[in-house]
């Protein structure tokens, strides 16, 4: 796959080469004069000198024959700026802009970004998490990495053990897939009973698995 990489910083960087090893054709795109001498010193793929919101330095890049351009520079609104065109102009599907400001995310979404990835955000996810909670323990990312499968461990001393998924209070955006109990595979149903020591497989938005964890009662197991 050949993907345009509008930002030739450290992110750019890296994750050119990320590409490069993954067997995709990366090209970076890269403002700085003295940051492109360095990357083409560097780099064994192309290096463009010139701004990544101009069609023409999109047109010299042959971003056309890209499937994806990712915008990773400190700005938001160049990332922004070089997604639209990459879709509007050049017809690329997929496109990726990096989120320096995470209140932008959903305003980058709205404007037609496919995937807004914001650090800040990941991380704080993360801390949710994995840290809050040892009984949380991520499993995949999905929906551009806004939710999660994600697999939740009932304690020995489970607070709720012996009630039902339709006696427990679940948060809106939480639903559960399916629970194991040793080697057994349990289908959820109301009527379920959740006990302790249970495996319970969710698929939930990144932003509700603190409220699943106060509710019931799993902050405590660390």
């Avoid at 690329?92 to 802009?97: D, L, N, Q």
């Amino acid at each position: 796959m050949r993907v345009c990489i509008v930002g030739g910083g450290k992110v750019g960087y890296y994750l050119s080469k990320t590409l490069m090893e993954h067997g995709h054709e990366p090209i970076i795109i890269e403002s700085d004069e003295h940051a492109c001498s360095q990357l083409a010193d560097s780099l064994d793929f192309p290096v463009v000198h010139g701004d990544g919101t101009l069609v023409e330095i999109l047109e010299i890049a042959k971003v056309g024959s890209c499937q994806a351009l990712v915008g990773v520079t400190g700005k938001d609104e160049v990332n922004l700026i070089a997604c639209q065109l990459a879709k509007k102009v050049f017809g690329i599907k997929k496109t990726v802009a990096r989120v320096n400001n995470p209140k932008n995310t959903p305003v980058l979404k709205e404007l037609g970004v496919d995937i807004a990835v914001s650090s800040t955000d990941n991380i704080a996810r993360l801390i949710e998490r994995e840290v809050e909670t040892d009984a949380i323990h991520h499993l995949m990312s999905i929906a551009g990495g806004d939710a999660s499968l994600t697999e939740v461990f009932l304690p020995d001393n489970f607070k709720f053990s012996g009630r039902t998924l339709a006696e427990l209070e679940i948060p809106h955006e939480v639903v559960i897939v399916f629970l194991t109990r040793g080697q057994e595979l349990i289908i959820p149903r109301g009527n379920t009973v959740l006990l302790g020591g249970d495996k319970v497989v969710c698929v939930a938005k990144n932003t509700a698995f603190h409220d699943l964890a106060h509710l019931w009662d799993l902050e405590e197991h660390r």
